[in-house]
T-cell receptor, first 118, second 112 residues
């Protein structure tokens, strides 16, 4: 079974600075998706960024980018120019590729609580 | 607006009193799923459905039931709730083989 590990329960960053959240995963599959979800105090689960395992290029969405290291099974999230609105719980998640015989289930890490200091 | 809706958003109930949390999506998604979120545990899948009348257990199905009689709806049923089912519940949906699951706003359930 796949597992996702977020080793940093809490992180803090100064406004306008850069922070990196870590995520590692364990799988024997070659094709899969990886995601970062943000959960602000409203509790809504908001997709931040997604990465397809067969794509070597790291995904980027505005101030959010990932460092995807497939061989190391690492998927870190970098937030540049941090803003107060970035304060939230961040979850890393894994999903098998359906066409590779996997299910649609998302496997989540336990989350990293990010605090942004003004 | 494309969305997943859940009702109720908040519910306080007592042990043993049957309840249903509804979930509906308007995106014509085949796949729907229920997750529960507990502090320090992240989100864990309860049940899922790949299409109408097709449901299967996730990682933590004990104490829950689901049904999928219509494509858009996927209610979660707690026949005899217990305090250990106090949690935050999320419904999610996606296209089969699609890359992104869309989440509802969550239902905060407290069982006394």
């Amino acid at each position: 079974a796949q597992t996702v590990t977020q080793s940093q329960p809490e992180m803090s960053v100064q406004e306008a600075e850069t922070v990196t959240l870590s995520c590692t995963y364990d799988t024997s599959e070659s094709d899969y998706y990886l995601f970062w979800y943000k959960q602000p105090p409203s509790r809504q689960m908001i997709l931040v960024i997604r990465q397809e395992a067969y794509k070597q290029q790291n995904a980027t969405e505005n101030r959010f980018s990932v460092n995807f290291q497939k061989a190391a099974k690492s998927f870190s999230l970098k937030i540049s120019d941090s803003q107060l609105g970035d304060a939230a719980m961040y979850f890393c998640a894994y999903r098998s590729a359906l066409w590779a015989g996997g299910s649609e289930k998302l496997v989540f890490g336990k989350g990293t609580k990010l605090t942004v200091n003004p | 607006e494309a969305q997943v809706t859940q009702n109720p958003r908040y519910l306080i109930t007592v042990t043993g009193k049957k309840l249903t949390v509804t979930c509906s999506q308007n995106m014509n998604h085949e796949y729907m799923s229920w997750y529960r979120q507990d502090p320090g545990l992240g989100l864990r899948q309860i049940y899922y459905s790949m299409n109408v009348e097709v449901t299967d257990k996730g990682d933590v199905p004990e104490g829950y039931k689901v049904s999928r009689k219509e494509k858009r709806n996927f209610p979660l049923i707690l026949e005899s709730p217990s305090p250990n089912q106090t949690s935050l519940y999320f419904c999610a949906s996606s296209l089969l083989g699609g890359d992104t699951q869309y989440f509802g706003p969550g239902t905060r359930l407290t069982v006394l």
